[in-house]
């Protein structure tokens, strides 16, 4: 007993290296960190460009900015308001999910879980060549190609589902050319590659215990997929859909073809040519715009870049969240 | 309870698998009375796990499973025409080796996951969780949590909410492959008195690696073997004890006192 108390000395802490030892180690681990600090720099200094040039405008427009729906350049002083704008994309946006999402997860199942070997590697590179394609191209075929076919569509659900608000015209004289709608579809082709792969390689992760679980319990392949497989990934499909919807809000080209710009709000008419993008704006205006203009247009490329960002943020919550018990 | 269901025989006749141009088991004929247990045992790749997919039309869902023979319930032929796959796994339940409860859902939707998958309703469903829980003697440990996720619990617990999932569907046969081979001594100990028990009210299948474990558990066992190249198949098949304490067949006399696999 009467050891125990004497003072034992302090044990001395060894110290431990976990750091890089030897040079080759060194080496990559700079070059490496380098790289990864040169993607935070990059991202910075994209920002600081984008307020500096955007600061003018900004300035002198002030908060109506977001929220006007007037753009002027032969006032004094010019009027740059870019509210119509930015619901468009958030609007054509969210359609080009609305579309693509039912498509993609189908598609992905197909891929994981029916498709032979050999034909589900075939249709998933054929789904990711489908994102290699350029978006002029899209945007083109879009317009040669695909929008009066949209516009067959858009005339059947005007004259079958007319009397609800979203699929209403003020006038039918346009051909349903120019809407949000076709805009939504040519986003959604675009984003189907993403969504898929994604959703693809969730599908693929997930146990396969499970899926004969729900099987040997007398499910069909429909309830399993319902209640066990889309649950279980449902957290990492919503993060490729807004990370394809991120996508679908810079998308630029491809849209600026079929859509028709105009600055008023489309509270949700979508086959009403009204509207517009942010990013369909700016490369319209882009062209013929003076010194004043230019910075307006900036400002609205430094709207776009926050919401994109926001959107990324909010999916990762969001994935995060919906799995709680991968934490472990 | 469950007095309307009465367990049932299952037998299997002239039962042979391929997958693809390979074939893996050839023509076992097998028969497992109504409240036995019996366990089927034999080295990794002799086929018994297959076998056992096979009672369920599990293996159907592997890519180039073909069959021959047939499986009877209660003299039905599960292959047959009154038969679809869904039909059949609702009145034959299935454990597996890994515990696999559905991660989204909480310890009471396992057990009703089943009904909801086949699509019928859960009537007065907090009898059957309480009932199936108790079954699978594990309604005292989670009674009191039971909305907690289901993937809160220990592996054994796990295992034991998976053969309480599939004994809430009130299966005339239940087939476990390899249920214990992830558990320590003690939940694998829990689970075999739970075997025991419910072999008063159906009949049991079980995959086991484990010779002690076949002997603990089963009234018969049937011994599979795959020698190279060739198809597995029963090498051995009979009451438990004749199995282990007076083999007929030499490599069973071999397997059973540990000389190989």
């Known amino acids: 007993m009467s050891e125990s108390s004497v003072t034992k000395p302090a044990p001395v802490r060894r110290k431990?290296?976990?750091?890089?030892?030897?040079?080759?180690?060194?080496?990559?681990?700079?070059?490496?960190?380098?790289?990864?600090?040169?993607?935070?720099?990059?991202?910075?200094?994209?920002?600081?460009?984008?307020?500096?040039?955007?600061?003018?405008?900004?300035?002198?427009?002030?908060?109506?900015?977001?929220?006007?729906?007037?753009?002027?350049?032969?006032?004094?002083?010019?009027?740059?308001?870019?509210g119509p704008m930015i619901w468009g994309s958030l609007l054509i946006g969210a359609l080009g999910?609305?579309?693509?999402?039912?498509?993609?997860?189908?598609?992905?199942?197909?891929?994981?879980?029916?498709?032979?070997?050999?034909?589900?590697k075939a249709a998933a590179s054929l789904v990711d060549l489908l994102a290699a394609l350029p978006?002029?191209?899209?945007?083109?075929?879009?317009?040669?190609?695909?929008?009066?076919?949209?516009?067959?569509?858009?005339?059947?659900?005007?004259?079958?589902?007319g009397w609800i608000p979203l699929f209403q015209v003020s006038t039918v004289d346009n051909g349903f050319l120019g809407s949000p709608f076709i805009a939504g579809w040519i986003v959604a082709i675009m984003i189907v590659p993403i969504i898929t792969s994604i959703t693809r390689e969730v599908f693929s992760q997930l146990d396969r215990d499970l899926i004969n679980g729900a099987l040997a319990l007398g499910g069909s392949r429909l309830s399993t997929f319902r209640r066990v497989i889309f649950p279980t990934s449902s957290g990492a499909v919503v993060g490729g859909v807004l990370l394809g919807l991120g996508r679908a809000l810079g998308e630029t080209v491809a849209i600026f073809y079929v859509l028709q710009l105009s600055f008023d709000f489309n509270w949700g008419q979508i086959l009403e040519p009204k509207g517009g993008a942010v990013a369909s704006m700016i490369l319209s205006k882009f062209g013929e715009a003076s010194q004043a203009e230019v910075s307006g247009l900036i400002a609205a490329g430094l709207v776009l870049f926050i919401l994109t960002l926001c959107i990324n943020f909010v999916a990762s919550v969001i994935v995060n969240r919906a799995q709680p018990w991968r934490k472990d | 309870m469950n007095s309307s269901i009465k367990a049932s025989t299952l037998s299997s006749e002239n039962v042979s698998v391929w997958f693809g141009q390979r074939q893996v088991l050839s023509d076992v004929n097998l028969v497992f009375p109504a409240n036995k247990v019996t366990a089927l045992i034999g080295p990794s790749g002799c086929g018994k796990s297959t076998f056992i997919r096979t009672l369920n039309r599990m293996h159907e869902l592997i890519p180039g499973a073909g069959l021959a023979g047939s499986v009877y319930l209660d003299g039905e032929d599960i292959y047959g025409q009154d038969f679809d796959a869904v039909s059949v796994r609702i009145k034959i339940g299935m454990v597996f080796q890994k515990p696999n409860p559905f991660p989204t859902m909480t310890i009471r939707d396992n057990i009703l996951s089943g009904l909801r998958l086949s699509g019928r309703k859960a009537e007065n469903a907090d009898e059957v969780v309480e009932n199936s829980l108790k079954r699978a003697s594990i309604w005292n440990e989670v009674k009191d949590r039971l909305n907690d996720q289901a993937i809160s619990l220990s592996g054994g617990q796990q295992q034991r909410l998976c053969i309480a999932r599939s004994l809430a569907m009130n299966p005339q046969v239940l087939l476990l492959d390899e249920p214990c081979s992830a558990l320590d001594p003690g939940s694998t100990r829990r689970i075999e008195e739970t075997i025991k028990e419910l072999s008063s009210s159906m009949t049991i299948v079980i995959v086991t690696h484990n010779m002690q474990q076949a002997q603990r558990v089963s009234d018969q066992t049937a011994f599979f073997l795959a020698d190279d190249n060739t198809p597995g198949g029963v090498v051995e098949f009979g009451a438990t004890e004749q199995v282990f304490s007076g083999p007929i067949d030499q490599r069973t006399n071999d397997y059973v006192n540990g000389h190989f696999g």
């Open chain 1, 16 to 82: 431990l290296s976990a750091g890089p030892l030897s040079t080759g180690d060194k080496l990559f681990f700079g070059t490496a960190s380098i790289a990864a600090n040169f993607a935070f720099v990059l991202v910075a200094t994209i920002l600081i460009f984008l307020l500096i040039q955007a600061l003018p405008a900004l300035s002198s427009q002030g908060l109506p900015f977001i929220f006007g729906t007037e753009w002027n350049n032969a006032k004094d002083p010019i009027v740059m308001q870019i």
């Open chain 1, 97 to 120: 999910v609305v579309f693509a999402t039912p498509l993609a997860v189908s598609l992905a199942y197909l891929i994981v879980f029916m498709l032979p070997d050999r034909s589900s």
């Open chain 1, 135 to 161: 978006s002029v191209i899209l945007g083109l075929w879009g317009l040669l190609v695909f929008t009066p076919v949209a516009a067959q569509w858009s005339s059947i659900l005007n004259s079958n589902l």
